[in-house]
């Protein structure tokens, strides 16, 4: 690596082991990592907002006529599994915090999805201390001391790690360069990779990653050059990296084989990130008509027309070029409280998985390791001993139009469902600013998937003024209304610091949902506000040019 990139500044308070993760040599790589690529990635974080700015002027999404050739040509396909990974039947979800990842470690899945983003409230001390834990964990070592001083060590056998850093819109403000906040997906990864890449690779499996919010063929490019750059920087063999790509913006499902083409030498396959899709839906067409007002959240199934569409085009071209299929998280929480509801639970988690399986799905996730077993009987119901279903080709004849029309759809909106995405996000961002990215509520694990959707949807149906079943147009008055009702509700008998949780969770939900323009994410405002540490926090009233600006979508002129 050249001497010529800057040095990075900790901005970072220090804790237990964090020089063995933030090095002097492995901050080098992450330098060096910004130094090729900080550029690239801020001209396409414009290009992301110009196109935002053509959706919403009127602009269709269409397949591309430019790469009409990729996709028309049969003859290429994607790299061959990596070693640990030609059994991805179930996989299991879950943050880095230590006892989390013990739990998946134990858990039986053959994937452990070890999560630094929707799952992960991005604090500094989550983030290094993950990346302590994933450290320990990619050399055998992970151990957790239980309350009665007994240790729990890492098993023999494991499920295969695989980690999803953050997406390319967020920056790490604790380390800096040249004064400049580096970007998070590059700290995340260089991290990580300088570590450990080595160290999997000696027990058998190797540096592997799921790449989050990618909306383009050309940020997949990006995610391959730097596969290549520091795969001959720490002198690995090319091709050893393997990512699986989430398609979970709408703009990436017209991009799929283009996708998959650009990263066919590192590429292990799709997966459905429905949630996370729903919401780019909403925020794609932020400032277009009535007709792509989603319902109710709970009122859209993967049985929705254009979600049956995004999933036979994910299948059909994976399997096209052979590479896996994955299937969204069962998001269920099977609590121990309810035997009955436990039961359902579980049952509902099986036939998901089984639908999954028949519909061509190759494996799927679970968020929940009481999961992990009815995940994989699920799949081997349908597949019996085979491991996956890539040979078996199902074409689709799946248009542009059945991607976003929402023909035959009630788009019937509800005041319990205005209800439902307040308490929801009100919930979960309370627990984020308190350091936890993963939430149990109403059975249901929550992260910063579905608060993005509880959250776009509240915008959409106020700038829309929608009508509610019920009769009365969802106003700012009525919303206001229902967040001062709701929070009523959550801080009853609640002590003074989860009372400030609320207060700062509302003040979130208010920039990010009930403004004029729609902010691309909440956790831009929301990491700024309440999880940096004290001396870059930003105050409140402060106005929002210290953000990050990309993924603002402003309305047309």
């Not at 929707?118 to 201390?129: E, T, V, Y």
């Not at 570590?195 to 790449?211: D, S, T, V």
């Not at 009630?410 to 627990?431: D, E």
Request: glycine share 6%; proline share 4%.
């Amino acid at each position: 690596m050249r001497d010529t990139y800057g040095s990075p500044k900790i901005r970072g308070a220090f804790g237990d082991r964090y020089d063995e993760i933030l090095t002097q040599d492995a901050l080098a790589f992450v330098s060096a990592l910004d130094g090729e690529f900080a550029g690239r990635r801020a001209e396409l974080l414009a290009r992301r907002r110009e196109r935002a700015r053509a959706i919403n002027a009127g602009e269709d999404l269409e397949f591309q006529a430019d790469t009409a050739p990729v996709r028309a040509d049969s003859s290429w396909q994607v790299a061959t599994p990596g070693p640990g990974l030609e059994d991805r039947r179930c996989e299991l979800i879950a943050p880095v915090y230590r006892n989390t990842a013990m739990h998946a470690l134990e858990s039986g899945a053959a994937v452990w999805v070890a999560d630094l983003e929707d799952a992960m409230a991005p604090s500094w001390s989550n983030l290094i201390q993950g990346q302590v834990t994933l450290y320990d964990a990619a050399r055998g070592e992970l151990n957790l001391r239980r309350e009665d001083g007994q240790v729990r060590r890492q098993p023999e056998h494991t499920p295969t790690m695989v980690l999803r850093p953050r997406g390319w819109h967020l920056c790490e403000k604790h380390i800096s360069i040249d004064g400049r906040p580096v970007s998070a997906t590059l700290v995340d990864f260089g991290l990580y990779f300088f570590h450990n890449a080595k160290a999997l690779i000696e027990r058998g499996a190797g540096p592997y990653f799921y790449l989050p919010k990618i909306e383009s063929h050309e940020e997949a490019r990006l995610w391959n050059d730097v596969f290549r750059f520091a795969q001959d920087a720490l002198g690995i063999p090319q091709g050893t990296v393997r990512a699986t790509v989430l398609i979970e913006t709408l703009t990436a499902a017209f991009e799929m084989d283009e996708i998959l083409y650009e990263l066919r030498e590192h590429c292990a396959g799709l997966a459905d990130g429905r949630w996370d899709y729903l919401f780019s839906y909403v925020r794609t067409f932020a400032h277009r008509g009535v007709e792509f007002v989603l319902p109710d959240r709970d009122h859209i199934t993967m049985a929705t027309p254009f979600l049956r569409a995004y999933v036979e085009l994910l299948v059909s071209t994976c399997h096209r070029r052979e590479a896996f299929a994955i299937a969204g998280p069962a998001a269920v929480n099977p609590t121990r409280q309810d035997e009955d509801a436990r039961v359902r639970a579980l049952a509902q988690v099986r036939s998901e998985k089984e639908r999954e399986a028949a519909e061509g799905f190759d494996g799927s996730w679970v968020a929940h390791p009481a999961l992990v077993e009815v995940c994989r009987s699920a799949y081997a119901a349908v597949l019996g001993t085979e491991h996956d279903q890539r040979d078996i080709q199902r074409p689709s004849r799946t248009t542009a139009r059945d991607l976003v029309s929402l023909v035959g759809i009630q788009q019937t909106i509800s005041l319990q469902g205005v209800r439902t995405n307040v308490s929801v996000a009100l919930q979960y961002l309370a627990s984020w600013i308190g350091g936890r990215g993963a939430v149990a509520i109403d059975n249901l694990m929550e992260d910063a998937a579905t608060v993005e959707m509880a959250r776009v949807q509240l915008w959409q149906w106020l700038f829309h003024n929608s009508q509610l079943a019920e009769g009365p147009q969802v106003t700012r008055e009525l919303l206001d209304r229902v967040v001062e009702e709701e929070l009523a509700i959550l801080t009853r008998g609640q002590n003074e610091e989860i009372v400030a949780r609320y207060d700062g969770a509302r003040e979130i939900l208010e920039r990010v949902a009930l403004q004029p323009h729609l902010p691309g994410f909440f956790t831009n405002y929301g990491y700024v506000r309440f999880l940096t540490e004290t001396s870059l926090r930003m105050q409140p009233g402060v106005d929002e040019a210290d953000l990050h600006q990309s993924e603002r979508v402003h309305a047309p002129a």
